[in-house]
């Protein structure tokens, strides 16, 4: 048999199909089986002190595994002993982990039950008057879990990237009235979650520490993001980053500057100015949302003082104002934010721990790739799945206990 090793659809691994008689398909399966059979762990293992493969059975014991909801079971553990060295040791069957009561999929459990559900982790523990495990187990797997996630990013460094990414902030609350900042990236298009992390305050100095971590992994070209310090810094670790204001945010506060109260209606005059003025992000074009503005720039002083004000910031900020009419980028960072409205309430249960709350954050937003599903053409996949990677669970990336 001849491989063409340029033919198109020769990608040099070998499949039944393509053997045609008998006995060639009968011998691969034979050497698929032994393959398998030899990379059994209990049946090929080797000696861990000398490195020899002359491993005899040596007995074993059973011991009890506990699970969340079903019943505990009974599972059997098999020694072996090296003929050449004589040491003795012990093959667990998969899943089951010396030392944890658990099973691994259990512990993996808890933290999935952590990262959907907003309440505290004692109730999570139990339901009713069932107890299914320690509220203190349950918490410290989620701590295990922030650093692995940490490096769950940096794994998926080299996925497909847009170029477009979001930044969004939080405030947490972390307990006796002290707050961090929760900082989260994500890709603009697939909204893949990119990097999360943590900082007992943000200024300058911190969001400059989360781009250059940021730029370790993507490289970017177009930021979508509030009026915030990332906004302010971006360009000292991407350069040539091309800036976009949200658009939701600038409108918010314009209707912010325009506030009726009981007391005070607003103007006439105030009204048609305020309409004028959101009427400029309803162009089709930059010139066309530029000439919109420059038209109110001209007239400012006879503006009422509010308007003013607001025209007065949009001239500030023009820069960065109109980007998405010239290139293909999203005009509001809200896929952020909707991420940040699903998981308040968990968020919000955070303050139960003083510490700990910037492992639970990544985890909560790592987890996210997993379980969200985007709309439109891949509305049934998750967001790992929309961009290629065929995986259901962030323990693909995440090894529990
Ligand atoms: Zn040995």
Redesign the pocket.
């Known amino acids: 048999m001849f491989w063409d090793l340029l033919c198109g659809k020769n990608n040099l691994q070998l499949q039944l199909s393509d053997f045609e008689d008998e006995n060639s398909i009968k011998s691969l399966e034979t050497t698929i089986r032994n393959f398998k059979y030899k990379n059994k762990s209990s049946k090929s293992g080797f000696?861990k002190?000398?490195?020899?493969y002359k491993l005899i059975g040596w007995g074993g014991y059973r011991r009890n595994i506990r699970h969340m909801y079903a019943k505990d079971e009974r599972v059997r553990a098999i020694r072996f002993r090296?003929k050449?060295?004589?040491?003795t040791f012990t093959v667990l069957p998969i899943g089951v982990t010396f030392y944890k009561r658990f099973g691994d999929k259990d512990y993996q459990e808890m933290v999935e039950q952590r990262c959907s559900r907003g309440s505290g982790y004692r109730r999570l523990s139990r339901r009713g008057k069932i107890k299914y495990c320690s509220h203190v187990t349950m918490w410290r797997q989620m701590q295990k879990t922030g650093q692995q996630t940490l490096n769950a990013f940096f794994d998926l460094g080299d996925l497909t990237f847009s170029g477009i990414i979001i930044i969004d902030e939080r405030w947490l609350s972390v307990g006796n009235g002290i707050f961090h900042f929760g900082c989260i990236a994500l890709d603009g298009i697939t909204g893949r979650m990119i990097l999360a992390e943590v900082y007992p305050a943000f200024t300058k100095k911190e969001a400059e520490e989360f781009l250059r971590l940021l730029s370790k992994l993507v490289d970017v070209e177009f930021l979508v993001a509030d009026d915030s310090v990332i906004q302010a810094v971006i360009n000292k670790v991407f350069p040539d980053a091309i800036r976009q204001y949200c658009i939701f945010h600038i409108k918010k506060n314009i209707k912010k500057a325009f506030r009726e109260t009981k007391l005070m209606k607003l103007s006439g005059e105030a009204v048609k100015v305020r309409k004028e003025i959101l009427d400029i992000f309803n162009a089709e074009t930059s010139d066309e949302a530029i000439r919109r503005l420059a038209i109110l720039v001209e007239k400012r002083h006879t503006l009422p003082p509010m308007a003013q004000d607001v025209v007065n910031r949009l001239v500030g900020k023009i820069e960065c104002l109109f980007r998405y009419l010239d290139y293909d980028i999203p005009k509001t960072s809200n896929q952020a934010e909707h991420i940040f409205s699903l998981f308040q309430p968990i968020i919000d249960a955070a303050k139960s721990f003083s510490t700990g709350a910037g492992n639970f954050f990544k985890t909560i937003m790592f987890y996210k790739n997993f379980h969200f599903y985007s709309s439109g053409s891949n509305k049934d996949k998750n967001t790992m799945h929309s961009i290629g990677v065929n995986s259901d669970s962030m323990f693909d990336f995440i090894q529990l206990p």
Not at 49 to 52: D, F, K, L, T
Not at 84 to 87: E, H, L, Q, R, Y
């Open positions: 000696c002190r000398c490195g020899s090296c050449t060295c004589g040491k």
